[in-house]
Nanobody, 127 residues
Framework: AQQLVESGGGSVRPGGSLRLSCEYS????????IGWFRQISDSDKEREGI??????????YYADSVKGRFTVSKDLAENTVYLQMDNLKPEDTAIYYC??????????????????WGQGTQVIVSS
């Protein structure tokens, strides 16, 4: 069965860094769009799409809120996608999820277009 597992969350001071990992498995196709989303705890707001990568071609996508601070990358040998988060701000505090679908174009930041989701990992940015 298809599965995504996130890891790497935690607590950090403003200006600090964290790296999240998303290991995906159980797929019968090779190219994936792996998206990163975040949701504020206990919030009714929809999950915000912040970054994505096409594991086939390597094209990356970023929301304006994280552009220049977050970097998404892939390790195909490990079936893992990473989200390097630098210069973290208190407003980055949220539960972070990775999700999978086949293609990224036009839908990379729309949570309703993704089929498979990880369990989420908490990121807290506080002094």
């Amino acid at each position: 069965a298809q599965q995504l597992v996130e890891s790497g969350g935690g607590s950090v001071r403003p200006g600090g860094s964290l790296r999240l990992s998303c290991e995906y498995s159980g797929y019968t196709w090779n190219a994936h769009c792996i998206g990163w989303f975040r949701q504020i705890s206990d919030s009714d707001k929809e999950r915000e799409g912040i970054a994505a990568i096409n594991t086939g071609g390597g094209h990356t996508y970023y929301a304006d809120s994280v552009k220049g601070r977050f970097t998404v990358s892939k390790d195909l040998a490990e079936n893992t996608v990473y989200l390097q988060m630098d210069n973290l701000k208190p407003e980055d505090t949220a539960i972070y999820y990775c999700a999978e679908r086949r293609g990224c174009v036009d839908v990379w930041n729309n949570p309703n277009k993704f089929n498979y989701w990880g369990q989420g990992t908490q990121v807290i940015v506080s002094s």
